[in-house]
């Protein structure tokens, strides 16, 4: 009867039609982070029950927090991209209230913000969007004579890379110290620690994931540090009708992350954790290769990445006629469903994470794993006309997005099935590559755009006169150009015509 309560224990997933998967990807947004530990549930649970006073709750576990990490204070965000935010509107405006209500308006205020070269991530677009501007320093004496040029409102490092930039954080300190410019690490995916040691080497600030591999809710990071900026950043957030009132963070998801804080330094036993996830690749690893074209090999984590071991499993091509992104998409398509990262994937390897392998499933993902690379698969067989139409020269194209269009154009090179050439709109202009088959033309193109590059994929067919087609819309850092982040803004419609 419509209206009516589900059947217990039916999952809100299977009631939606959404077939859940097994996640031996990672811990990325996009597959759904962690799951939540069960005591950080039951808290969440009973924080539902009551209503309290924000400011009040959050003064409490910002205290907690202080307590925990060692910091002078923390406060949970709504992500650790909104922690970037907060923390950056702390440095440009504190809290000020003439500041606060212009962002990200920051005529006259300090709104650069300087970042070690090659240090450049996708997420400092949270930064941006407070209406700063991201400067590149490539070593010390750039970065120092950066500091006297600009209105610098804050330094930002990106802890993944750190270890090995010519520019360190113990460079950074001294002279961001003496001109009183705060500093803040990206550490999201970062083993949180007490002593903290991005906070103990100088840094004023650090931002961390608690969705992530302290498996609290999905949605929430944290702020630590110095409690004067910390304590701006939550002014500067919701429920205060400023710049990141966007950025709201429930009474539940505040008390949930709290009690992931408090177990990941209280009951965690990383030993214990290190033993299951090496036994769960060895499940995997004794079921592969029994194909006698795979081999595998467990990478032990090392720097600054996240403290999990990784299974890297590779094949010889000549008996197995798959690429990684191809076994990726049939384990999908399978039942269960099993997700690998399409990062790292090449066109003879995947890499397998145990840390979502939930009991039982690493026996599961190996069985998969050795029916879909057991199958026989012949080479792919091209279709189309065996003669291509030509499509070189100039043409006008028109992209018709969801919502609003865009002027483009391109200048086609063919050389057989080949292709070439320029896509280019007011904004940008960079090279394209593709292939015709008949009448059926595919061409991509990558404009590099701040940390990122714009990813266009133009499918379509067309004559001597007009084309048109699908577009699949993305954007990608230099480490990760996998299909989930250029296909990460949808699809369009396009369609050109031949300039005469």
Known sequence: ???????????????LGVRPI??????????????????????????ARQFVVMDELM????????????AEWGIVTAGSAAGLCLATAACVAGNDPDKMLRLP????????????????????????????????????????AQLDRQRVAMICIYGDKEATSPLRLDDIVGPARQRGIPILVDAASDELGRPNRWLARGANMAVYSSGKFLRGPQATGLLIG????????????????????????????????????????RDRDAAAQQAQWHSDLEAISCLVTRHPNVRVEIIEPSGNTPPVPRLLLRWERSGI???????????????????IDDIGATDCSV??????????EAIVVGERLLDVLSRSRSA????????????????????????????????????????????SSDLFSAELFGEVRGAEISFSSSHPHESSAISYQFSGRGDNTRMSGAVILGSATSVNRGPVALSQFGTARWSAVRRA
Request: aromatic letters at 6%; hydrophobic letters at 40%.
């Open 321 to 339: 006629n798959l690429t990684g992104i191809e076994l990726r998409e049939e384990l999908l398509a399978g039942d269960p469903r099993i997700m």
């Open 105 to 144: 308006a920051t005529d006259g205020m300090r709104n650069v913000v300087l970042v070690p070269k090659g240090q450049r991530f996708a997420y400092d677009h949270s930064i941006r969007m407070v209406g700063c501007r991201i400067v590149e320093v490539s070593d010390v004496a750039e970065y120092v």
């Open 380 to 423: 792919a067989t091209k279709t189309g006309s065996a003669v291509a139409l030509e499509f070189s020269g100039r043409w006008d194209i028109e992209v018709l997005f969801l919502h609003g269009t865009a002027s483009h154009s391109l200048v086609l090179t063919q050389d057989g099935a080949r292709l070439s050439g320029i896509h």
């Open 226 to 265: 110095d409690r004067p900026l910390v304590e701006a950043a939550w002014w500067n957030s919701s429920p205060h009708q400023a710049l990141g009132r966007p950025l709201k963070i429930s009474k539940e998801d505040i008390v949930g992350a709290w009690i992931a804080v408090e177990s990941w330094f």
């Open 59 to 70: 003064d409490a576990v910002g205290q907690r927090l202080a307590d925990l990490t060692g």
């Open 351 to 360: 890499i397998v994470d145990p840390f979502s392998l939930q009991p039982g």
């Open 22 to 47: 097994v996640n031996c990807g990672c811990v990325r947004t996009v597959y759904g982070n962690s799951l939540m530990l069960p005591e950080v549930q039951e808290a969440m649970a009973s924080a």
């Open 1 to 15: 009867m419509h209206g009516s309560a589900p059947p217990q224990g039916v999952s809100p997933y299977a009631r």
